[in-house]
């Protein structure tokens, strides 16, 4: 896959102006964002950190020449200051809402923690700006094939998802093909070939 990193912007406005489809990676911060974006791409474009709240702008790179990945700010870091985190919100709630590019968001999910309501609210965001969403539980490699099945469950209930998740692992690459396959078939335009 080829892709380049093309714009880091807070407001979306300033975003591309390519007519390309964009396809959004959203979660709370230190889901693992960024790590999917690597793993998929195949190389070490997005920067990753142990620490939350590494992204904090609208990070997009140009996937095949036809389509942008969006890397979005991760919600929910209590560490940074209230204003900021805030300012975080509007500037995601408003891309979300309003770039008409967006064709699907990839919503993340840490399968090892209780549902959050943040979650909840981006899943109910979507729904209201009448956005896909394909629902992804991340660190699949952390828990068992059991404990794993089971937190599959537990999400498509608690997020009331018509499907299972998908499941990846940016560190053993499983997942990646699956979730490429459901991305393409989400888009209006072929992304390979
Ligand atoms: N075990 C495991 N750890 C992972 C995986 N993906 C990410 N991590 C770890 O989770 C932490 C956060 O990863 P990031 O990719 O930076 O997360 P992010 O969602 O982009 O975080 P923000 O930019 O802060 O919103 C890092 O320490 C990663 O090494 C995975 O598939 N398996
Ligand atoms: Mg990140």
Redesign the pocket.
């Known amino acids: 896959m080829l892709a380049s990193l093309r714009a880091c912007v807070a407001d979306f406005r300033q975003g591309p102006r390519e007519p390309w489809p964009q396809v959004a990676f959203a979660?709370?911060?230190?889901?693992?964002?960024?790590?999917?974006l690597?793993?998929l791409f195949g190389q070490k474009l997005?920067?990753?950190?142990?620490?939350?709240?590494?992204?904090r702008t609208l990070n997009y790179y140009l996937v095949n020449n036809r389509c942008f990945f969006v890397?979005l700010?991760?919600y929910g870091?209590a560490a940074v200051a209230k204003s900021e985190r805030e300012s975080w919100g509007r500037n995601v709630t408003d891309y979300i809402v309003h770039e008409e590019r967006l064709k699907l968001v990839v919503a993340?999910v840490d399968p090892r923690v209780p549902t959050s309501p943040l979650d909840q609210a981006l899943l109910a965001l979507c729904r209201e700006a009448a956005r896909p969403v394909l629902v992804v539980l991340?660190?699949?490699?952390?828990l068992s094939r059991g404990a794993l099945a089971a937190e599959r469950l537990r999400v498509q209930r608690d997020l009331q998802l018509e499907d299972l998740p998908l499941v990846?692992?940016?560190?053993?690459g499983e997942g990646k093909r699956e979730l490429l396959k459901a991305i393409a078939e989400r888009l209006p335009t072929p992304l390979f070939g």
């Open positions: 979660g709370r911060s230190n889901v693992g964002k960024s790590s999917l690597n793993a997005a920067q990753v950190s142990k620490t939350p709240g590494k992204t890397d700010p991760g870091f993340l991340t660190k699949a490699d952390a990846f692992s940016a560190k053993s």
